[in-house]
């Protein structure tokens, strides 16, 4: 709690810093101009919010192979790897479950309602990604249900610059990745293609994986007809899960395929801006709690089937947006759902003479409204938004952003939002000897506050906030004795959740160093796990410390460092043996450094990275331990 107070004097010293070098003329901005572009080009207005982005200047410099990894750079987000290279990784905001961030690719929602932790099966190379970006908080009442603690929009873009970039890798444990990508086109039809492959014979026993990835994003620009864009991606894993969802069970193993397309259209007519989306996601899984047993596969397969229109009309009120979203989510499974009234009619592809027993199928239909005004210093945008379906009835959802623009680079904002998400197929049905689904499940509500700043100077930033979310009936997966075999999916009655964000940078010039910069999270959780253990939601990120340096070495050579401190809370059952009482361990603090050399030529980068430099043993997930010192090195050709 005392840090909490100390960042909440930090931002008030803030707030007076800013108003005190406020000039007369400063305040000339041209508010609505900035918002319709906010509104049309990125995931949410930065008006009220912030909004953090990563770019692809940051993503060539950082000592990181993939997205997750490049995500854990971020004050306030907390990575919980099972192992390397995207193989699989929950993503968490502001201490919320992997199940209650919402994940977009160019806008599109691709969160699985099977389970979150395949919401980073994204088909594309961390090369491909033009950048990366985060909003914290609660934004269901724009994005819709399941932007429950934040949302991540993945962005790449396709150009009429014709380019042809081709990155060859490899690094420990026999890792090796190839990948080759380039943009053709013209001003009027352009298109994005990208391949790539990536395996590794593993940092341990069963820690293996081979993935593919294939990409392809077309866009067309007319005159009349306003602009589309469709997407076609489709990946495949392969990979050992040693104790990925108990250190019981060390020969787990994981293969899926993912199948992904969408169609975008927009359209500006006078004050009217018009958008609609139709979208298709197919996620195969095939599940082996133990390689070693014959017979012993669990398969799954999600189709998620969604569409939504919008219209926003400008007016000297401001703009006005009436949207509507439907999301159909279905499984076939021979595990997950209810019991099929002939269970033998549909064999399991890639599967001879094997059929799905269950299923599953729910249709979610939302609608929202948003008005958002620019008065002088001031931005206003309120709305609400409401849900349907058949099984967990309507909820209604809404929130109020305002912001306060002290000078064109500095503001300050306060908002308060409310949001839901619904239980997964995952928390719904399954069982194992390790786990049991609840099929009685409610949908977890949330209300959060949150007051904030954002300074954006010549050679400097600055971004803070303090929030507050209360949480009701969230789901997570407890064990209720030290003597239960099985955790058990429940509703906890409420968990209220206190931090705060600070991240500071510095853009030097002329001097060896290029850029520095500090972030600082801290959160607290009103519950603790006291006469049971928790697997998620009470396990979370209490302190995290990340110092990130840029510089150079000589002429085109340059280095980024990063050193990371994570504090986490909660506890983990560290027994390994089937049948015997559980090992409550709490988890321990650790420090990382990573490091990145790269060589900058005009049609070529040479880069070389080594991770974990200290040799921390460490576990971002249960006992689960994470690679010692480790190396990585690549060519990318750009042509």
């Known amino acids: 709690m005392r840090n909490v107070f100390i960042l909440s004097f930090l931002v008030v010293l803030v707030f007076q810093g800013a108003l005190s070098q406020q000039k007369s003329d400063s305040l000339t901005v041209d508010l609505s101009e900035l918002q319709v572009n906010a509104n049309r080009n990125k995931l949410y207005s930065e008006m009220g919010r912030i909004l953090t982005i990563i770019d692809k200047s940051e993503i060539s410099r950082s000592a990181v192979q993939s997205i997750d990894q490049l ?16 193989t699989q990784a929950d993503i968490s905001i502001r201490g919320g479950s992997f199940d209650q961030v919402l994940v977009l690719l160019n806008g599109v929602n691709i969160t699985d309602p099977q389970t979150g932790h395949f919401n980073l099966d994204i088909p594309l190379n961390l090369s491909d990604v033009s950048r990366i970006e985060i909003l914290q908080g609660s934004s269901a009442r724009v994005l819709g249900p399941n932007a429950f603690s934040g949302a991540i929009n993945i962005v790449t873009e396709s150009s009429a610059k014709k380019t042809l970039n081709a990155e060859l890798t490899g690094g ?24 790539n492959h990536k395996s590794s014979k593993g940092y341990m026993a069963n820690t293996d994986f081979n993935f593919s990835n294939a990409f392809v994003q077309s866009t067309l620009n007319t005159k009349n007809a306003g602009k589309f864009n469709l997407q076609l991606a489709g990946q495949l894993k392969d990979f050992g899960a040693n104790g990925f969802y108990s250190l019981k069970y060390p020969n787990q193993r994981e293969n899926t395929k993912t199948y992904f397309t969408s169609l975008d259209w927009s359209l500006t007519k006078g004050k009217f801006m018009f958008t609609s989306q139709v979208n298709w996601r197919r996620h195969h899984d095939r599940y082996e709690l133990d390689h070693n047993i014959e017979g012993g596969y669990k398969y799954h397969m999600t189709d998620v089937t969604g569409g939504k229109l919008s219209a926003s009309y400008l007016s000297n009120i401001g703009k006005t947006t009436l949207g509507f979203n439907l999301r159909n989510e279905h499984i076939f499974s021979t595990a997950l759902g209810n019991t099929m009234s002939n269970p033998d009619s549909l064999a399991i592809p890639y599967e001879p003479n094997l059929f799905f027993k269950k299923s599953y199928n729910r249709t979610v239909y939302s609608g929202m409204f948003d008005h958002s005004l620019s008065l002088g210093k001031w931005y206003l945008s309120v709305g609400f938004a409401t849900s349907y379906s058949a099984d967990f009835k309507s909820t209604t959802y809404g929130g109020i952003d305002l912001g306060y623009f002290i000078t064109r680079d500095m503001k300050v904002y306060a908002s308060a939002n409310s949001a839901t998400r619904l239980p997964t197929f995952t928390d719904l049905f399954f069982v194992n000897p390790a786990q049991k689904g609840n099929p009685l499940l409610k949908p977890e509500q949330s209300q959060t506050i949150e007051i904030g700043t954002k300074i954006n100077q010549l050679h400097w930033g600055l971004n803070a906030d303090i929030y507050y979310r209360m949480g009701k009936n969230v789901i997570d997966w407890v064990k209720l004795t030290s003597a239960s075999a099985k955790y058990e999916a429940m509703n906890l009655s409420s968990i209220n959740a206190l931090g705060g964000d600070i991240t500071a940078e510095y853009r030097f010039k002329g001097v060896f160093i290029k850029k520095l910069s500090v972030g600082y999270s801290y959160l607290t959780l009103d519950k603790a796990a006291v006469g049971f253990d928790s697997k998620y939601a009470l396990d979370y990120l209490k302190n995290k410390v990340t110092v990130t340096i840029d510089h150079s070495i000589f002429r085109k050579l340059s280095a980024s460092w990063k050193l990371a401190y994570q504090n986490r809370s909660g506890t983990y059952d560290a027994n390994t043996v089937i049948g015997k009482p559980a090992i409550m361990t709490n988890y321990s603090p650790y420090f990382l450094l990573d490091g990145r050399l790269l060589w900058t030529e005009k049609h070529f980068d040479v880069f070389g990275d080594v991770n974990n430099i200290l040799n921390v043993k460490f576990a971002d997930y249960g006992g689960l331990t994470q690679p010692g010192v480790n190396f990585n090195v690549g060519i990318r050709l750009k042509l």
Request: no cysteine; aromatic share 12%.
């Open 71 to 86: 995500l854990d750079y971020v004050a306030g987000i907390d990575i919980r790897q099972r192992g390397t290279n995207t």
């Open 172 to 195: 420990s444990y026999s890792t090796f990745g190839q990948s080759v990508s380039g943009n053709f086109g013209t001003n009027k039809l352009h298109t994005f293609a990208s391949l």
